[in-house]
Every structure is written in structure tokens, then in C-alpha cells.
């Protein structure tokens, strides 16, 4: 299960993390970002040697959201080292997903 983040912890669990960190940034009712959600516990089980993956609710965050330019949702960031690496908009099915971030799964 994903870990929530907030503006209280984002800085610690993503931006100073030393692993690569997958964000979904969501909102309950995004009928999309349900579905993309026990997708990404998958990714976050199968690749937890590689990745963190962690939730942040957009409605409960809006600074980390407008700090990061989120407009549409489910979007999927990619952090490492602190910076934004690789982008995802969008429910996709789990191969697409693997296939975006393949370069940070290995």
C-alpha cells in the first residue's frame, strides 16, 4: 500500500529520498486515479528493491500540486535525487506503466 503523503513529509519522502520515488498525485473522486491505484500497489510490491511509490491527495495538497503543475489526474511523477525525472498522465494499463518507467524499475 502506497504511503499519503502531505506538505508535512513530502519534502522528506520524496525530494531528500535516496530511492527513486513514483508520486501519484490523485484525488478520491477521480474515478481514474481508483482505478490506477491497485496498479500501483503492484508496482510498489514488484519493484519495492527499486522504487517507493507514495499517494498525494491533490484536494487535501493544492501547493504540492500547483508547486508541480498538476492539472489533470491521475498523474504520475517520477522523482530522483529530488527532481522530477519522468511524467505519467493518465490511468494506464500496468505494461504501459513498466514500459514508461522501465529506466527506473531496473
Known amino acids: 500500500m502506497a504511503l499519503e503523503i502531505n506538505m508535512a513529509n513530502f519534502s522528506v ?7 527513486t520515488v513514483l508520486v501519484d498525485f490523485w484525488a478520491p473522486w477521480c474515478g481514474p ?3 490506477l491505484s491497485p496498479i ?7 519493484y519495492s528493491d527499486k522504487v ?9 495538497n493544492p501547493a504540492i ?3 508541480y503543475g498538476i492539472t489533470s489526474i491521475p498523474a504520475v511523477y517520477v522523482f530522483k535525487g ?25
Open 13 to 19: 519522502e520524496v525530494l531528500e529520498a535516496k530511492e
Open 52 to 60: 517507493d511509490v507514495v499517494k498525494v491527495n491533490v484536494d487535501d
Open 82 to 106: 529530488g527532481e522530477v525525472a519522468a511524467t505519467s498522465i493518465g490511468a494506464k494499463p500496468k505494461q504501459v506503466l513498466e514500459q514508461e518507467f522501465a529506466a527506473y524499475l531496473k
Open 33 to 35: 486515479c481508483r482505478m
Open 65 to 67: 500540486a500547483a508547486k
Open 40 to 46: 500501483l500497489d503492484d508496482i510498489a510490491a514488484e
